[in-house]
């Protein structure tokens, strides 16, 4: 064919360089695949951790909780209390025994009334109230003295003034009349104000008295 043995074999030559070159190439390129497996078994731990990148160590830190702010600063004492004001006891209510007596007297449809009025001590009052209340209602119109005034139907306020302790009695009149004639009255007196003292004795200064409509004065 016209070749000679010398022909044949230097493009086999050629070719195995050829092969050795690219295998050289590839190595180089991607050496693992050209590790064979013995050599990739046989390859020294640090070499792997070259290979591939190590991930960056991150520091380890331990973590304290925080103390509370009051334990951390230390015991506290509690502040003094500033601007306080000391309780001051309430001073106690004077003491003052109002009396109150007279006499109602009652005919037909008029009733009159004289009242007495006293304080026995040991506090002088500076104002005091009588209430008076009749079981038969009062006529629409009335003559009431000064310091007087209605309070219902059947009811009249008379205020005392001042009254100092044993220092004389207060005198108040009145004459009234009923909304119509009765047999009998009954009429309850009472002191319904004395200044805020403290009344020990109630029973001279509250009453209740029945009176016939005889015109006779029935005390109390």
Avoid: K
Avoid at 73 to 97: K, M, R
Avoid at 103 to 125: F, K, Q
Wanted: a negative charge; glycine letters at 8%; aromatic letters at 2%.
């Amino acid at each position: 064919m016209g070749l000679t043995r010398r022909g044949l074999l230097m493009p086999l030559s050629a070719a195995a360089a050829m092969a050795a070159t690219m295998t050289v190439l590839v190595a180089a390129a991607v050496p693992e695949a050209a590790a064979s497996p013995e050599t990739r078994r046989e390859a020294p731990a640090g070499r792997a951790a070259s290979v591939a990148p190590a991930a960056e160590a991150v520091p380890v830190v331990d973590v304290v909780p925080a103390a509370p702010a009051a334990l951390a600063a230390g015991p506290v004492e509690a502040a003094p209390a500033t601007g306080a004001v000391p309780a001051v006891p309430a001073a106690p209510a004077p003491s003052a025994d109002l009396a109150h007596h007279g006499y109602v007297s009652v005919w037909g449809d008029h009733v009159a009334i004289r009242i007495r009025s006293e304080n026995l001590g040991p506090s002088d009052v500076a104002a005091s109230t009588v209430r008076l209340r009749f079981s038969e209602p009062l006529a629409v119109r009335q003559e009431l003295p000064h310091g007087c005034l209605r309070s219902g139907r059947a009811t009249v306020l008379c205020e005392t003034g001042g009254l100092r302790s044993r220092g004389g009695a207060r005198q108040t009149a009145l004459d009234l009349r009923l909304a119509g004639s009765h047999d009998e009255v009954v009429v309850r007196l009472d002191t319904v104000w004395n200044g805020g003292a403290r009344d020990a004795d109630r029973t001279n200064d509250a009453h209740e008295v029945l009176a016939p409509a005889t015109g006779d004065a029935y005390a109390f």
